[in-house]
């Protein structure tokens, strides 16, 4: 369990980080941490987001065709 | 020319003090970030809209090639150049939400701030002012808010800081030039904040991570990696992270001030005939010599502050350590529009130069280009209380403005008397003869006027060149 969670931010870190930042600022491991899971979260509701209009479109052709039939 | 050495840290540019100016010179390495900003013309919005210091471009050849920079800035310049550690619970509060506004304005344009100083803000009128036009930045979409962590350690955990303890920042903050660190506060927050979730969001669960990714030496393989860019950050995730800590911070409380002086009354509660005369002092002493730049040595609530701004002063600062006057300082310079700064200031401790190099913040006497001083009621609170010789206090508010008023508070005084009962009288040099000989040697007295049955009396000095 634990070198998932490893391997996990692990990934994370290797997402984010940007390679040229000119940052002269130290910017925190954790709040740059914290900064990818706020965009994997966002990323994520937004594809649910999308693959629930998909599933509400995809019925509501269904509710359409039966309501054009009747 | 003098270089400033609080801007050494930004690889951007540099300030300097060349002729009673502040120029700022844009580095090789700046260059391009000045260029979008400047055809953007987002410095000219940004004062506009009141966020930025008035900053222009100069066009001097002789300076461009001395300073080797092709592109130079003059900014406004300042009475008085303030530190978080010297603001009141509000000031840091009000320096907090404007950096997040001014972030949202800039985001909103395609632009960010690049850090998150306490720094980088100045108080004009009362009112929070940034003054670091480099800090501006092209925002990249995708890219996380590199300022999140600075922020936080400056401006956010001082706050949590009072709040959860019931103490003052200021002190912490002097000692730990940025901020308080996620790991130390993390410490100290009680159970409600811990369970507020913006507090845990944004320390609470960064501390976390950043102790794990400690643990496990995660951060080394990440830089070693660090050419996999991804944008994961999207601008919404930015807006919301901005938009939840100004929401929380705009509804926090200062734990230490009583609310029933929430709205700043216009009623006076002094009355007494002695103040009034202490008022016409002031008045005269501001009038007749034509002050403009005014020390307000334990300003109470800037009664006497203000008194000097009516009068034709152009700038006070107002200093006291009691937290409740300065916060009342603080509402009256902003409700008012004021030129007037109160700060937090122990007389017997004043901020020293201090940080890099020793000088990296320059110390309350360094700072000082005052042409007169104020200090009523405040000289006993050094000689009895703190025990300094009366000498070295006389001198001390010599070094501070050539010109002044002094008020001497006598032995049978009832304050005095308070504080002796408790003390026991150590103090055999401490009287009205003795003061008026140190002051006479160091200056010209002007004038000593009574003030008071007990004896108390105001000394105008004019500094011996």
């Keep these: ?70 | 020319m003098q270089k400033i050495p609080g801007s050494f840290r930004d690889p951007s540019g540099s300030v300097f003090n060349y002729q009673n100016k502040i120029i700022r010179s844009v580095s090789k390495i700046g260059e391009q970030k000045y260029l979008h900003i400047k055809n953007n013309n987002i410095i000219e919005e940004s004062i506009k809209n009141n966020f930025l210091i008035n900053t222009f471009e100069i066009d001097d050849v002789f300076l461009k090639e001395k300073l080797n920079s092709s592109f130079l800035l003059e900014h406004q310049k300042l009475e008085y150049v303030s530190y978080p550690y010297e603001w009141s619970f509000e000031q840091l509060r009000d320096a907090a939400i404007h950096h997040l506004n001014y972030q949202i304005f800039l985001l909103e344009k395609g632009f960010e701030l690049i850090d998150a100083s306490a720094y980088n803000i100045q108080f004009i009128r009362g009112k929070p002012t940034f003054i670091d036009c480099l800090s501006l930045s092209k925002y990249q979409e995708g890219r996380p808010w590199f300022g999140h962590n600075q922020f936080c350690e400056q401006f956010l955990n001082p706050l949590l800081f009072t709040i959860s303890t019931k103490v003052l920042f200021n002190n912490w903050y002097k000692g730990s030039l940025e901020g308080i660190k996620n790991n130390e506060i993390a410490r100290i927050l009680n159970f409600s904040l811990k369970i507020n979730p913006v507090v845990f969001f944004n320390i609470l669960l960064p501390n976390l991570f950043d102790k794990f990714s400690k643990k496990k030496n995660l951060s080394d393989l990440a830089l070693i990696n660090n050419n996999k860019i991804r944008n994961n950050f999207n601008k919404n995730s930015y807006f919301w992270l901005i938009r939840s800590l100004k929401k929380f911070i705009s509804n926090i409380k200062n734990p230490l001030t009583p609310t029933f002086w929430g709205r700043y009354n216009e009623e006076k509660t002094y009355s007494d005939i002695n103040y009034s005369k202490k008022k016409e002092i002031v008045r005269n002493f501001i009038i007749k010599n034509n002050i403009k730049n005014v020390v307000d040595l334990g300003c109470n609530d800037g009664d006497f502050s203000e008194l000097c701004l009516i009068n034709g002063a152009e700038h006070v600062v107002g200093l006291d350590y009691d937290h409740i006057s300065l916060e009342k300082s603080y509402l009256r310079s902003k409700t008012k529009n004021l030129n007037f700064l109160p700060l937090y200031f122990d007389a017997a401790n004043p901020s020293s130069n201090i940080g890099w190099y020793q000088n990296e913040r320059y110390g309350f006497l360094e700072r000082c280009n005052f042409d007169g001083l104020i200090a009523l009621a405040f000289e006993h609170h050094l000689a009895i209380a703190k025990n300094i010789p009366l000498g070295e206090l006389i001198k001390w508010f010599l070094d501070i403005a050539p010109l002044g008023l002094i008020e001497f508070v006598p032995k049978n005084d009832k304050t005095v008397g308070i504080m002796l009962g408790l003390k026991g009288d150590i103090f055999p040099d401490y009287n009205e003869e003795n003061f008026r000989k140190i002051l006479a040697k160091l200056s010209n007295i002007v004038s000593v006027s009574e003030v008071g049955d007990s004896g108390r009396k105001i000394y105008e000095y004019k500094k011996l060149r």
């Design chain 1, 1 to 70: 369990m634990f070198k998932y969670s490893i391997l996990f931010y692990t990934l994370i870190l290797f997402i984010l980080f940007p390679s040229k930042s000119f940052a002269y600022l130290d910017p925190g491991t954790g709040s740059m941490l914290l900064q990818a899971l706020i965009g994997l979260m966002a990323t994520l509701f937004t594809t649910f987001y999308i693959f629930l209009n998909k599933i509400k479109l995809f019925f509501k052709k269904i509710y359409y065709k039966i309501f054009k039939k009747k």
